[in-house]
C-alpha cells in the first residue's frame, strides 16, 4: 500500500509525504523437501530441507532438541546434520515470515533402521555448485560391512527439487560382496532445471528387523544449480575514444542468460551515479545521457550484476567537444577605414579541427596576404571541428588611397567687397574634413552627404586676402590646397554715389519736411548689406533720423521718398545729410553721399 498526504495552508504552501508499506496476514507454507515421510534411514544423523518462503525462520523439533534456519532466496532451509535416535523419530517444522506470521507445524516421521545399521553405508560425492545445461554429475559408493554377500543388491539415485517433488530417479542392482564396496559414476541432466538447491539421494534396498525389505537411505547430499557467468556486457555508444557532445549517450546491452540481470551501475570519471534506467523499448539495453560535461577526456565505466550476485565491468574513454573553434583576426577591424593596404592575419584554433575555409571578396584568400586594392573588400571565415561544432566571421573594411577633391563654389576668385566677412561655400567628397585658413584664421567643418560644407563668416583684412583651403577624407587622406583670392576694400573708396532732394528748402514750422533721394552702385563690388541714413543736423546736434537696409550689388539703383515731422525742432537753418553704412561695420561712420540746407 501507498499513502499519500498532501497539505496545504491559506497561502497556498503545500507539503506532502509518502509512505510504502506492506500488509501480510497470510502464515507461510511449510513443507519438507528432504527426508521424505517415513523414510528409513541407517545414518546417525539426516540432512533435512525445509520448503518455505524467502526469508522466513524456520524451526525444527527433533528427538534431541530444537534447531533453527532462515530460508534461502529460494525458500529453502537446510539443517545439515539432524540427530536420529534408534526407531521411529517425529520431526516437526514451523516458519515464521518477516511479518511475524507463525505458521502451523508439519510433522514426518522417519525410522533409523537398528537391523540395517552398518550393514551398508553408502557416500555421495557430487560437483557443486553447477550452471546448466552442465550436468549434476558425481560418484556414488557403498559399503558391505556385514559379512554376507550382497548380490544382487537393489540401488536407487534419486533427484529432488528444492521444494522436495521427485524430479528424477535411477534404480540399479549392485553386487557388494561381503566386506567390500562399490562406486559409479552418476549423471543427471539439467536442461530446463530452474536454479537452486536440489537434493540427493543414495538409497538401497535392506532388510529390517521384521526380515521386511526396505528402503534405506544411506547418504544424502546437496547440489546447487546456480549462475557461475556474469552478465555479457556491450558497448554501443560512444565508440572508444570518440568526439561527443557534451551530453553525450552512454549505452550498453546487458543479458544474462540465468538469473537475469539485477542492475546495471554506472561511474563517470571518479563520480558514481548509481543504477541506470532500462530502455522501455529495448529492455536489454541500459542507457544514460549524463550532462552537460566539461570539454577535455572522460572514462565511463558500466557495472552490470546478475541476480545471483556475478559481476561484469567495462569501460571506454571518449572526449567530449562541445566548444565551436575559435577565430581570431588581427591586422584589420569590422568597418576599418584605411589609406594604406593592410595584411589580414587570421587564427583559427581548435583541438580537432575538421575544416576552415577564408574567403576575401569571396575568393580564398591566405592568412596574412596583403591587400592593396581601393574599395569595400569583406573578409569571411568559417571552421568546424570534427564534431560539426562550427563558428564564423565576417568583417568588412574599406582602402582609400585617392586624396578628395576640392574646390570654392564661393566666394568667386578675385571678389572685392567692403564686407568684414563673406561667406565661403566648398564642394568635396562626403564627410571630408576641410580646413578653411585665412590669414591667422583657421576654421574647421565637416562636408554633409551631398560633399558641400559651408563657413557662414569668413573673416577679412582690409586688402587682399587668401582664402586657402584643403580637404582631408575619412581614410587620412589629404587634398591639395586649393585658393581663391579676395580683396576687401574701405567703405570710402565705395562707388556708391546719388543725392538727396528737397521739395522746399523753406519748412514752416510744425509742418513735413518733404524729400526724397536716389542712390546707386557703380562700382564693381558688393558692399553686402548696407544701412541708408537720412539724418537732420542743427550745428553738430542731431536732431532726427531716418534708415533703410538695403542690398546694393554693383550697378544695382534705388529712390525712396520721406517725410519728417519738424514740430520739435527749433527755429533756424538746419543740415540735412544722406549717408550710407556698411552693416558688418555698426561702429564705423557713415560715408556721406550728398547734404542740403533747409
Known amino acids: ?42 545414518a546417525p544423523q539426516t540432512l533435512v530441507r525445509i520448503s518455505t518462503e524467502p526469508a522466513a525462520t524456520v524451526t525444527l523439533i527433533h528427538a534431541g532438541g530444537t534447531l533453527q534456519a532462515v530460508a534461502d532466496a529460494q525458500g529453502v532451509a537446510i539443517f545439515d546434520t539432524v540427530p536420529l535416535v534408534d526407531g521411529a523419530n517425529v520431526l516437526a517444522a514451523s516458519a515464521r515470515d518477516l511479518a511475524g506470521n507463525q505458521s502451523a507445524p508439519v510433522e514426518i516421521g522417519v525410522i533409523r533402521s537398528a537391523a540395517t545399521i552398518n550393514a551398508v553405508t553408502g557416500d555421495l560425492q557430487v560437483v557443486s ?31 529432488r527439487r528444492p521444494d522436495g517433488i521427485l524430479l528424477e530417479q535411477a534404480q540399479f542392482d549392485v553386487s557388494l560382496l561381503a566386506d567390500g564396496s562399490a562406486q559409479d559414476a552418476f549423471s543427471f541432466a539439467t536442461q530446463g532445471l530452474e536454479l537452486g538447491l536440489y537434493g540427493l539421494t543414495l538409497s538401497a534396498q535392506l532388510v529390517d528387523e521384521q526380515s521386511q525389505l526396505v528402503w534405506v537411505e544411506l547418504a544424502q547430499t546437496t547440489v546447487e544449480l546456480a549462475d557461475l ?98 577565430i581570431q583576426i588581427s591586422g584589420v577591424s569590422d568597418e576599418q577605414l584605411s589609406n594604406q593596404p593592410l595584411a589580414p592575419v587570421v587564427v583559427i584554433t581548435d583541438p580537432h579541427l575538421a575544416s576552415s575555409e577564408i574567403l576575401l571578396d569571396g575568393l580564398p584568400f591566405a592568412s596574412g596576404s596583403t591587400v592593396a586594392g581601393e574599395g569595400v573588400h569583406t573578409l569571411q571565415v568559417e571552421a ?12 568588412s573594411f574599406t582602402l582609400d588611397f585617392t586624396p578628395p577633391a576640392l574646390s570654392f563654389l564661393t566666394p568667386p576668385d578675385g571678389l572685392q567687397t567692403l564686407a568684414a566677412h563673406v561667406p565661403a561655400q566648398l564642394q568635396s567628397e562626403a564627410a571630408a574634413l576641410v580646413e578653411l585658413v585665412t590669414g591667422a584664421n583657421s576654421q574647421n567643418a565637416s562636408t554633409g552627404t551631398d560633399g558641400l560644407v559651408q563657413f557662414a563668416a569668413v573673416p577679412l583684412q582690409l586688402g587682399p586676402n587668401s582664402l586657402q583651403a584643403s580637404a582631408t577624407d575619412a581614410a587620412g587622406n589629404r587634398s591639395a590646397v586649393v585658393s581663391v583670392e579676395v580683396t576687401r576694400v574701405r567703405p ?42 537720412v539724418r537732420v543736423y542743427d550745428g553738430s546736434s542731431l536732431l532726427e533720423e531716418r534708415s533703410w537696409p538695403m542690398q546694393l550689388p554693383p550697378d544695382a539703383t534705388t529712390e525712396q521718398a520721406f517725410s519728417i515731422d519738424s514740430s520739435s525742432w527749433s527755429l533756424g537753418e538746419l543740415r540735412v545729410e544722406l549717408s550710407w553704412r556698411a552693416d558688418d561695420e555698426p561702429d564705423a561712420s557713415p560715408v556721406i553721399i550728398d547734404q542740403r540746407l533747409v
Request: hydrophobic share 40%.
Open 1 to 42: 500500500h501507498v499513502l499519500y498526504v498532501l497539505a496545504r495552508d491559506a497561502a497556498g504552501n503545500e507539503g506532502s509525504s509518502i509512505v510504502a508499506f506492506e500488509m501480510d496476514f497470510t502464515p507461510p507454507p511449510v513443507s519438507f523437501a528432504s527426508p521424505s515421510d517415513g523414510a528409513v534411514i541407517a
Open 129 to 159: 555448485p553447477v550452471e546448466p545445461p552442465t550436468a549434476i554429475a558425481g560418484q556414488w559408493q557403498l559399503q558391505n560391512l556385514s559379512t554376507l554377500d550382497l548380490a544382487p543388491l537393489p540401488v536407487r539415485l534419486t533427484l
Open 229 to 326: 557467468t556474469a552478465p555479457m556486457l556491450q558497448w554501443l555508444s560512444p565508440q572508444a575514444n570518440a568526439l561527443v557532445g557534451a551530453e553525450p549517450e552512454l549505452r550498453v546491452a546487458v543479458t544474462d542468460a540465468l538469473s537475469g540481470v539485477d542492475r546495471v551501475e554506472l561511474t563517470l570519471d571518479t563520480v558514481e551515479l548509481g543504477p541506470q534506467a532500462q530502455d522501455p523499448l529495448q529492455p536489454s539495453q541500459f542507457v544514460s545521457q549524463p550532462g552537460p560535461l566539461a570539454d577535455g577526456p572522460h572514462l565511463a565505466r558500466f557495472l552490470a550484476l546478475d541476480h545471483a550476485g556475478n559481476p561484469t565491468s567495462s569501460e571506454r574513454e571518449f572526449v567530449v567537444d562541445a566548444t565551436p573553434p575559435a
Open 384 to 395: 568546424a571541428d570534427a564534431l560539426g561544432n562550427s563558428a564564423s566571421r565576417t568583417l
Open 492 to 533: 570710402t573708396q565705395a562707388i556708391i554715389e546719388g543725392f538727396l532732394t528737397l521739395q522746399s528748402a523753406t519748412v514752416n514750422h510744425g509742418s513735413a519736411l518733404l524729400g526724397g533721394y536716389q542712390i546707386g552702385n557703380g562700382g564693381n563690388f558688393d558692399p553686402g548689406p548696407i544701412t541708408i541714413l
